[in-house]
């Protein structure tokens, strides 16, 4: 079963400053990740998809993919305490149903 | 309206007694997950629904059951729940072609 790795588990960063966190898979069959966002209390929600080599960006998020190395990052500029979450990465395989792995997350920590 | 609901939110069940947990939603996906989510750990897939069929994972095929009467509700079932089935069981839905993931806010399991 393929894995997803996340680093770093826990990231604290000053209101203002870059966020950067990193997500890795184990399956070398694996075509699409996403970034999704869970407020504490609250159901995970998608935040970002990629499923092709390059950057994407949206607003303050930045989401980069290297497909030869399964590794995808996810940067938030400027962050602000509202992005204080967990942020968990998934990546699934293309074709058939999609089955997404999650990874355990990243714990950010905004503080102003 | 992008609402997946789960009930009962909270669920406290004895050892050796059945627990079943149900979710809704109401965008006419095809496809329903059940995740199982403990603390410090990944969200593990447990089975999922596309339309009318029922794929479960090797490793948990014999320990939970769910049913889908209908396009919008699906039902995970536990029949004799042992404390290992302690945690936070995440539903979602998506579209196939999609594979975004709308999640529920999540029903607690407490098996004492």
């Known amino acids: 079963q393929q894995k997803v790795q996340q680093s770093p588990e826990s990231l604290i960063v000053p209101e203002g400053g870059m966020a950067s966190l990193n997500c890795t898979s184990s399956?070398?069959?694996?075509?699409y990740f996403w970034w999704y966002r869970q407020h504490s209390g609250k159901s995970p929600k998608m935040l970002m998809s990629i499923f092709s080599n390059g950057e994407k960006e949206e607003g303050r998020f930045t989401v980069h993919l290297n497909k030869a190395s399964l590794h995808t990052s996810l940067h938030i500029r400027d962050s602000q305490p509202s992005d204080s979450a967990l942020y968990l990465c998934?990546?699934?395989?293309?074709?058939?149903?999609?089955?997404?792995?999650f990874g355990k997350g990243t714990s950010l920590v905004v503080h102003p | 309206d992008t609402t997946v609901k789960q009930n009962p939110r909270y669920k406290l069940a004895r050892v050796g007694k059945p627990v079943n947990l149900i979710c809704s939603q109401t965008?006419?996906?095809?496809?329903m997950y059940w995740y199982q989510k403990k603390p410090n750990q990944a969200p593990k897939l447990l089975l999922f629904y596309y339309d009318k069929i029922l794929n479960r994972e090797a490793d948990t095929f014999e320990k939970f059951q769910s049913s889908r009467p209908n396009n919008s509700f699906c039902s995970l079932y536990i029949g004799s729940a042992g404390l290992e089935y302690s945690a936070m069981y995440l539903c979602a839905s998506s579209r196939q072609n999609t594979g975004q993931l709308y999640f529920g806010e999540g029903s607690k399991l407490t098996v004492l």
């Open positions: 965008m006419n996906h095809d496809t």
């Open positions: 998934a990546a699934s395989t293309a074709g058939g149903n999609y089955k997404p792995t």
């Open positions: 399956d070398r069959n694996v075509d």
